[in-house]
């Protein structure tokens, strides 16, 4: 099984509606983070949380909300989704050591 | 503030070349680097990172990287590429106390048979 799980792994949705993009980890690691991935602009951080107390906005956070349920969980909503939200969304994990570990990302198509 | 750049958005190279994807970051304090790769409908994996010690780190697939302080660079290197190796290339930063990652803006190796 993969240790970071997103659900679902492609979304259409028309502007306006509300969307959750949810992400689950086995890792056991406290910190767990959302970007956003745009063509020919890498990866933006959107939020991070290092527990189920701590929430912090990241680069581009105006019109996303997340909750941090558990350690596990970790979901992203976006209240009322507009077409420049279109974008690949990936949710990742740390140690706080090494590197970051990521699930396989959400594709996102807001119309 | 951090900033990492990627100069190269796409390298093209024929099978069995050398390839050598650029990476300089921007940091007034101390940095630890990575490089992840990202196969077509994946998520990013670490390929490898340099926190201390040797400048020179090796990583999965026979990728290596070069840390060089004086010129703020850490460029990937494979001697011999293979097909499977097309694929997008992110750099990415993190400061030494720091809980954000910062990546460039990608890398895309391009393998011709």
């Known amino acids: 099984d993969a240790d970071v799980t997103q659900t679902p792994r492609n979304r259409i949705t028309k502007t306006g509606k509300r969307i959750m993009l949810e992400c689950s980890q086995t890792?056991?690691?406290?910190?767990m983070y959302w970007y956003r991935q745009d063509p020919g602009l890498g990866l933006r951080l959107i939020y991070y949380?290092?527990?189920?107390?701590?929430?912090n906005k990241g680069e581009i956070s105006d019109g996303y909300s997340v909750s941090r349920q558990a350690q596990a969980k970790f979901s992203l909503s976006l209240e009322s989704a507009i077409p420049n939200q279109t974008a690949l969304y990936f949710c990742?994990?740390?140690?706080?050591?090494?590197?970051?570990?990521f699930g396989p990302g959400t594709r996102l198509t807001v119309l | 503030a951090q900033s990492v750049t990627q100069l190269d958005s796409q390298v093209p190279v024929f099978e069995e070349a050398p390839v050598e994807l650029r990476c300089n970051y921007s940091?007034?304090?101390?940095?630890?680097l990575f490089w992840y790769v990202q196969y077509p409908n994946q998520g990013l994996q670490l390929l490898l990172k340099?926190?201390?010690?040797?400048?020179l780190v090796k990583g999965i697939n026979g990728f290596e990287a070069e840390f060089n302080k004086s010129q703020t660079s850490f460029h990937l290197r494979k001697p011999s590429v293979h097909i499977s190796d097309t694929a997008e290339y992110f750099c990415?930063?993190?400061?030494?106390?720091?809980?954000?990652?910062?990546f460039g803006t990608g890398t895309s190796l391009t393998v011709i048979p």
């Open positions: 990415a930063t993190r400061t030494n106390t720091g809980n954000q990652f910062y």
């Open positions: 890792k056991g690691h406290d910190r």
């Open positions: 949380s290092f527990d189920v107390k701590d929430i």
């Open positions: 990742a994990t740390w140690d706080g050591l090494a590197g970051q570990f």
């Open positions: 940091s007034s304090v101390s940095v630890y």
């Open positions: 340099y926190l201390s010690g040797s400048t």
